[in-house]
């Protein structure tokens, strides 16, 4: 496939492929735009060419087979349009019922139209090549800027772009990711460590055998780790987690161990009585889940936040105090499982790479329970005092060791290592 550096589109109609399939909240809106910022560039590209643009997207695992509203793209259509500035044609009938066919058929250059939830058709995730054959006659072209989604060989993605020969091509997100992978691949700099994120063990079983020659460290996050922690013998509750893929689990630690691979799992996790943003949450040892509980990631917690706390100061204080804490602050992005809004604690803003480099007794400064004027409740602005102690007291109190584990004591399991 080519690049859509130094090519025109004007006047021609683009099937384009993205990964649109973005957290949500209760009320269907959009928590984090990441991945559709990050496709951002290659229709910025398509629209300045003059090109109509059938954007394909799948949302969530549909089961059912057909059209389920809790799983519609109408939300992403609607938030598309403040991105691209400009209206989004979008219609929640499915190919064959002759709406979407005629709305590509009458795009016009310039204009915008999104289809709904491409694995509503059972056969996509089949790799179908019928339904590819349907998608394929929409338009003129065919691009993939659907990283995220690109190693799965499904109709809008591989199956299609046999019906587009010499007219097939990456975005820019994909032009991007491929070329930093090869660099990686062909002359890494080392020490190499990976991070594996994702649901599945399954999906990955070819990413992790080819790593295997090439890393010294691997990181395993996600929903995928609950698999090798129940492979280790850790209790997981009601997580996430692939029971006949366990020996797979297994064989790959056992083979990591021979290569000299040094492997890594999260040391503890956030765990909740159930998946909503009601749940009750506590954190416990990746390995000692509770029956009837289960793991998820914790909300997100990034710039817009900061933004809100900080009404109120005059800009270049804002600034000034955004900087501060973006440096005494752990970033969190999804990592392949499931995440609800759930509750933050008060030291959300704790880097916990400080903890793996201080050297500072476990006991030095107050306790992480008793109330601080760095801590910011949610809804409250921040005091001047509070943000200028904030990065003292996390360094005093926060920068611990991890605790030792459920695994760390187990010497049958070869040499497994835990990052905090």
Known sequence: MKSIKDINFAGRKVLLRVDFNVPMNDQKQITDDTRMRESMPTIEKLLKDGAAIIIMAHFGRPKKGGFEPELTLEPVAKYLETLVKRPVKFTQELLGSGKPEQMAKELKSGEVMLLENIRFYPEETKGGEDLARQLAALGDCYINDAFGAAHREHSSTAVIARFFPNDKYFGFLMENEVRNLEKLMQNPPRPFTAIIGGSKVSSKIGILENLLDKVDNMIIIGGMRYTFTKALGGKIGNSICEDDKLDLARELMRRMDAKGVKYYLPVDSVIGDKFGNDANTKIVPSGEVPDGWESCDRRAFGARDLRQRHQGHR??????????????????????????????????????????????????????????????PNGEKPSKAGLQALPFFILKSLCRPPPMTWANHRSDIGETYYHP
């Open 315 to 376: 800009p270049e204080r804002r600034r000034e105090l955004q900087e501060r804490l973006l440096r005494g602050r752990r970033w969190r992005r999804q990592r392949g499982c499931r995440q609800a809004d759930a509750p933050r604690r008060p030291d959300e803003l704790c880097l916990h790479r400080w903890r793996r480099h201080a050297r500072i007794p476990r006991r030095q400064g107050p306790p992480r329970h008793q109330s601080h004027p760095g801590l910011i």
